[in-house]
DNA sequence: GGTTTAGTAAACCATATGGTATACTATCGA
DNA sequence: TCGATAGTATACCATATGGTTTACTAAACC
C-alpha cells in the first residue's frame, strides 16, 4: 500500500548540501519541531492547526514546517487556502535505524567482554 | 474517531536550556559527530584515535567530542596525558524510542485506516 | 631539566538558526 | 466586489555553531 510518492522535496533538499540524516537530527534537535511531530503522528493537521498550541507567529511555525519538509519527515498539500501536512515515517525509520546499528554494535562488543570475562570464549 | 488529545508530553519537563532530546538529536546531525559515534561503537579509543581519519585540527576534534559528551553520548576518562572516550549507549536508545513512538503512532492510524477501507472496522 | 606529546582554553570568524515584523498572494464567504 | 482568512516572501535581529589560530597545562621520554 502506498500512500505517498515522489518526493519533490527531497530533491531540493539535497541540492543545499547536508546529508539526509544531517537534516532529519537537524529537524528533530527543535522542541518546536519535535511536538509538531508527536502532533502529526496523531494524525494530519493544517498549518493554523498546528499553529494552535504554540506562542509562535505564522512565519515561524512555517518555517519550522519547512525544516521538517526539507529533512523528508513531513509531506505538506494545498486545499483551497489550507495547507495539509502529515508525516512520512520512512525518514524517521532512517534515523532510527543508524542509531540502532550504532548501539547493536556496542552491546555485541559488550556481550563478546562479558563472555570473555566469564571465560566462555577461551 | 478522536486521533489526537492535548500533548502536554514531555514538554513541560523541557522549560529550561535544552533539553535532552534537543541536545542528542543535535549532536547526530553533524556528520563528523555521527563518524565518531560509529568508531566508538566499535569500542573506546583516545582523542588522536579518533582524530586520525578526520581532516580537523585537534580544538575541531575536541569540541566536537565535548557535544558528544554534553548530549550524554560519550563518556570521556583521563589515562596518563590521554583521554579516552567510550559510548553510552543509553541516552540513544532514549532518542531511539521517541522516534518509534511517533511513529508506532503513525502506522496504527495508518492501520485503523486500512481496517476501515476494508470495512473490518464497522 | 628540557623537549615532545596530548589535550584544553580563549579569542576570533563566517555562516546557520530561531525568532520577529511587515508586506504580499490566493482563496473563501457574503 | 469586498473583506476576512491562510499562508508565503522578504528583511531583519540576536544568538548558536563549526571551524580556525594561538596560547597554555600536564604527562612522558631522553
Not at 526539507?70 to 534515523?95: F, M, N, T
Not at 563478546?112 to 577461551?122: I, K, M, V
Request: charged share 25%; net charge negative; proline share 3%.
Amino acid at each position: 500500500m502506498v500512500y505517498y510518492r515522489s518526493m519533490a522535496t527531497a530533491e531540493t533538499a539535497a541540492a543545499a548540501g547536508a546529508s539526509e540524516l544531517d537534516r532529519v537530527f537537524g529537524a528533530l534537535s527543535d522542541p518546536t519541531r519535535r511536538r509538531i511531530v508527536s502532533r502529526l503522528s496523531h494524525g494530519e493537521a493544517t498549518l493554523t492547526e498546528l499553529a494552535e498550541p504554540f506562542d509562535l507567529t505564522m512565519p515561524g511555525l512555517s518555517k519550522h514546517v519547512s525544516v521538517l519538509e526539507d529533512a523528508g519527515i513531513v509531506h505538506k498539500w494545498r486545499v483551497g487556502r489550507s495547507r495539509y501536512c502529515r508525516l512520512i515515517p520512512e525518514r524517521l525509520q532512517e534515523a532510527d535505524e543508524w542509531i540502532q546499528t550504532q548501539t547493536a554494535f556496542w552491546n555485541q562488543r559488550l556481550d563478546g567482554l562479558q563472555n570473555y570475562l566469564e571465560g566462555e570464549d577461551q
